[in-house]
């Protein structure tokens, strides 16, 4: 295969070049030194003048060979008379402290730093290395993760970059196997580096790459273009749906602002289910358009509640938003953090007796209360909307408050009874890492009733034929 035709090609036909393949601005090229990046940047500098490319490097410091590697692409760059920028950032501590994989980490980090290049270099463009075989492994992964169309569709030719919608990511090689880059760089002369982490199979892509994809090709040879042809159906489908809510968007969006916006409650029922749950999606991304991770338990359970609610029915959502019903509308907020600081934890290991009525002392002077509310008000209990008091049936009034244990599960109200991981909840309510061991979570003798600030246990909802509940409140005294 001739690559460097394939590139110029596909930079023709992208709708980003129009009319030619060779700009008259700058465009970033993502380069690690492995050899897809590397041979993108020959290819490149092969089709457009030196001064029109930016090579970016990020140096995700978790190597030995990093400042190696930095070197190397530096030194190539600087041979070539193409400008080098390299930057490095600490992904383990950035992992950490999002509580995000390492994977994930690096992967936000290196659209971060091209975002700001871009910004710098008044670059509109900026070309990575993906190759067909990633492609593959991505679906892969995100069928195994869980996914919509969206995520079998994976990578596209074309995006908005993350971080920086108005600069255009281009993959040139995504229609291209590894073997025909390999083959490339051979044919060239190209000494590219060889990164340790790619064998490193406690990585879940290494995994998929080197064990569960060898294995699958043992059942059919075609496994990896076969999902690259799933890939691009996908995408196909995806699109059109896509389409289809952007045809609708305009006659269900009554208000926008920064931190809100409301739709035609009538109008959005009669969509069809699939464009129900996407117009959901698209209105959580418009007010957080970076959000990642919208999982199908939470949009399910807010469309639930935006069919059947009744008003004052809220669900909250992925990213701090909450979907609320209200008279022929559907609110979709950002919910403010009112406790920007510290967080309310349980100390470790403890299992604390809560008595109804009663306060308890968590960490930093958090407390959580209880008492108990007879002959309430029902509307008052449906139309609560503060997330840190909740109103519980319980039919004991033994309660105990604790953290988080190994594989638990609940049920969250608004499923219907289903249950799901509670660490996958807490994940999907955007609960850091480093806080939910230690978590706050009220429980009767055989189950989690409340996930503090967040969620409630359908087996212990408040009803309007019930004849007392318990009122918990927690706070930062």
């Known amino acids: 295969m001739d690559l460097s035709k394939a590139v110029q090609v596909f930079l023709k036909d992208t709708a980003v070049f129009p009319s030619q393949p060779f700009l008259k601005t700058s465009l970033i090229v993502g380069v690690s030194g492995g050899a897809d990046s590397l041979a993108l940047l020959h290819i490149l500098a092969g089709l457009l003048a030196p001064p029109q ?19 190397f692409v530096s030194q190539t760059a600087a041979s070539w008379g193409v400008t080098c ?11 950490k402290d999002e509580g995000l994989s390492l994977e994930e980490a690096g992967r936000r980090a290196r659209y971060r730093f091209f975002a700001r290049l871009a910004q710098q270099t008044g670059a509109t463009v900026v070309c990575v290395a993906h190759n067909a075989d990633d492609q593959a492994e991505t679906v892969l992964l995100n069928l195994l993760r869980g996914t919509g169309l969206t995520g079998l569709a994976a990578m596209k030719p074309v995006a908005p970059l993350p971080e920086a919608p108005e ?5 040139p090689f995504l229609a291209i196997s590894r073997a025909d880059i390999e083959a490339y ?87 069809p289910l699939a464009l129900r749950r996407r117009t959901l999606r698209r209105a959580m991304v418009v007010l957080r358009p970076f959000l990642a991770n919208i999982g199908f338990a939470a949009i399910e359970q807010a469309r639930q509640v935006a069919e059947t609610g009744e008003v004052g029915a809220q669900s909250s959502l992925t990213g701090g938003l909450v979907l609320q019903v209200d008279y022929g509308r559907l609110r979709l907020t950002r919910e403010p953090s009112r406790f920007p600081g510290d967080w309310p934890q349980v100390p470790d290991g403890a299992v604390l007796p809560l008595p ?20 309430m008000d029902w509307a008052q209990i449906r139309h609560n909307a503060d997330p840190w008091t909740a109103f519980l049936a319980v039919p004991e009034a033994e309660l105990w408050v604790r953290g988080r244990r190994p594989g638990e599960r609940f049920a969250p109200l608004g499923l219907n009874g289903r249950t799901a991981a509670l ?37 212990a909802k408040a009803t309007a034929v019930a004849r007392r509940v318990v009122q918990l409140r927690c706070y930062k005294s």
């Not at 490319?53 to 070197?71: E, K």
């Open 53 to 71: 490319l930016v090579v970016a490097h990020l140096n995700h410091g978790w190597r030995d060979t990093a400042v190696l590697d930095a070197q």
């Open 85 to 95: 920028v390299v930057e490095t950032v600490d992904v383990v501590a950035q992992a």
């Open 167 to 171: 600069v255009a990511l281009l993959r």
């Open 185 to 271: 760089c051979q044919e060239h002369s190209l000494t590219p580096r060889e990164d340790s982490t790619n064998a490193d199979i406690t990585f879940l892509r290494n995994r998929l790459r080197h064990e569960l994809l060898p294995q699958l090709a043992s059942y059919n040879p075609q496994i990896r273009t076969h999902l690259q042809q799933l890939a691009a159906l996908a995408a196909a489908d995806d699109g059109y749906l896509e389409q289809c809510v952007s045809h609708h968007w305009p006659s269900l969006v009554q208000e926008q602002t920064e931190t809100e916006l409301a739709l035609n409650r009538e109008r959005w029922r009669v969509l």
């Open 356 to 375: 109804v009525p009663g306060t308890i002392a968590l960490n930093d002077g958090w407390q959580l209360e209880s008492v108990w509310q007879e002959g």
């Open 423 to 459: 660490k996958e909840v807490m994940v999907n309510r955007k609960i850091g890492a480093v806080w939910r061991a230690n978590w706050p979570l009220v429980c009767t003798a055989g189950h989690v009733v409340w996930l503090v600030g967040h969620q409630i246990d359908e087996r």
